[in-house]
């Protein structure tokens, strides 16, 4: 069982950077691939970005490629996102992710999600 909670959120105008967190609960968190997916209002939840287990590999969504840089610390069980050059386009909820895959860009390949924090990019 894994609980994850995101934190870090907030309001940024365009062009600025941003970091938003997930701490995990659990010992088995480094036997997860993590991910950071996002919801805008009246849209799905898309993929944004991936990283494996040791944090060796990354994938991102292209809409984020150069931008986006997602990481975890296993020693303290933490996933971030550092999101830069921040457009009104990434305005949206965004989640953590675990799964026993690596990559996986579709939300049913995760097991456990957490509640989210809201990014808001003002132009």
């Known amino acids: 069982q894994v609980q994850l909670v995101e934190s870090g959120g907030g309001l940024v105008q365009a062009g600025g950077s941003l970091s938003v967190s997930c701490a995990a609960s659990?010992?088995?968190?480094?036997?997860?691939?993590m991910a950071w997916f996002r919801q805008a209002p009246g849209k799905e939840r898309e993929f944004v970005a991936a990283?494996?287990?040791?944090?060796?590999?990354?994938y991102y969504a292209d809409s984020v490629k150069g931008r986006f840089t997602i990481s975890r610390d296993n020693a303290k069980n933490l996933v971030y996102l550092q999101m830069n050059s921040l457009k009104p386009m990434d305005t949206a909820v965004y989640y953590c992710?675990?799964?026993?895959?690596?990559?996986?860009?579709?939300?049913?390949?995760?097991?456990?999600w957490g509640q989210g924090t809201q990014v808001t990019v003002s132009s």
């Open positions: 992710a675990a799964s026993r895959l690596f990559g996986q860009v579709y939300t049913s390949k995760y097991d456990y």
């Open positions: 659990g010992r088995t968190f480094s036997s997860y691939a």
């Open positions: 990283i494996n287990w040791t944090g060796g590999r990354t």
